[in-house]
């Protein structure tokens, strides 16, 4: 994290930059401590084979958005969430699907370019932040945010605070073993991991396994492979397919497992669910539900809502990231 500190004159409302770094392209905004996005704006990631081009077009690109904000006069501070973002020292380590290697001082030298404080963290951690400040978790100060997407991102919040643990890696759920010697990850080589099986990805290969192995009728073997996806089996479910609701129970039952596992060691008032998964409804909520609860121990069942997040889809990575401006005061 950069130590910079910003000069905002005290008749001049405040705003956030929000950053959120990803594989294929790079979101960015201008938001108010209420979480309004005043300007947005969305840039290549992929393109850059080194990080200090990216560090050039990201400049002049944000620049634009801060005059059209009112100057930098006005912002207090940079948020950044990004792939093995890593809260304390402001750095990406290893990140598997960026395309600079090894361990990038990212905070540095965005600090430096702007010349503004920025505070950096994994992508999932910024999403649980934004959630606590902006959207359903507002109040709590114990909850799990899960993130399902093209893997599982976690973020959990107890006692009012993030947990970081003693390297800034902590909370990821995502890579927690459910199945010992299950399906292998083909990012770390693990087997059996929650992401494997709960993520859009999984649900894709679970569909493809079940396919193979079942001979009852389906919609989903008229869906060409490369178009065979959570959504491909999520409009079969809604037609009926009794198949495509077996994969989303099967996933579910996995996914409420993990749950278990996560509310038997933090004991959240909510777990929050964020991702495209999360639009095949009750397909998967349901089965996610029943898992959890049949596999807490008493003093932890009918405890826990699961709900699903309140930020816009299209904002979320821009609020998770900027409400770590706020966070640091």
């Known amino acids: 994290m950069a130590k910079k500190k910003a000069h905002i004159p005290p008749n001049v409302t405040p705003l956030a930059i929000g950053i959120d770094i990803g594989g294929t392209g790079t979101k960015y905004g201008i938001v108010d401590r209420d979480g309004n996005v005043l300007f947005s704006a969305e840039m290549s990631t992929k393109k850059h084979k080194t990080v200090n081009t990216f560090i050039d077009e990201l400049h002049q690109v944000v620049s634009e958005v801060i005059d059209k904000a009112g100057g930098v006069g006005r912002i207090k501070g940079i948020g950044v969430g990004a792939p093995n973002g890593n809260y304390y020292t402001g750095t990406i380590e290893y990140a598997p699907n960026l395309p600079w290697e090894g361990v990038i001082p990212l905070a540095k030298l965005l600090s430096d370019k702007f010349q503004l404080p920025v505070t950096l963290t994994n992508d999932a951690n910024a999403a649980a932040i934004g959630e606590m400040m902006y959207g359903a978790a507002k109040g709590m100060k114990d909850f799990i945010m899960i993130t399902l997407g093209t893997g599982v991102g976690s973020g959990i919040v107890a006692n009012g605070h993030l947990i970081y643990g003693h390297d800034g890696f902590a909370g990821e759920l995502g890579h927690t073993i459910v199945i010992p010697d299950g399906r292998i990850h083909a990012g770390t080589g693990k087997k059996g991991s929650l992401e494997s099986y709960a993520s859009a990805t999984g649900v894709r290969l679970t569909a493809i396994e079940f396919l193979e192995k079942s001979k009852k009728p389906s919609l989903l073997k008229k869906v060409p492979a490369e178009m065979l996806d959570s959504k491909a089996v999520y409009d079969a479910a809604i037609e009926g397919d009794e198949l495509a609701k077996e994969i989303f129970n099967y996933t579910g039952r996995i996914l409420g497992i993990a749950l278990a596992n996560a509310v ?37 069942q009918n405890k826990v809502r699961i709900l699903i997040s309140h930020l816009k889809e299209a904002h979320a990575a821009i609020l998770g990231a900027s409400a770590l401006v706020w966070e640091r005061e």
């Open 264 to 300: 038997m060691t933090t004991s959240p008032e909510a777990i929050i669910l964020f991702g495209g998964l999360t639009k095949s409804g009750d397909f998967i909520l349901k089965p996610t539900r029943d898992s959890m609860e049949d596999n807490l121990i008493q003093v932890f």
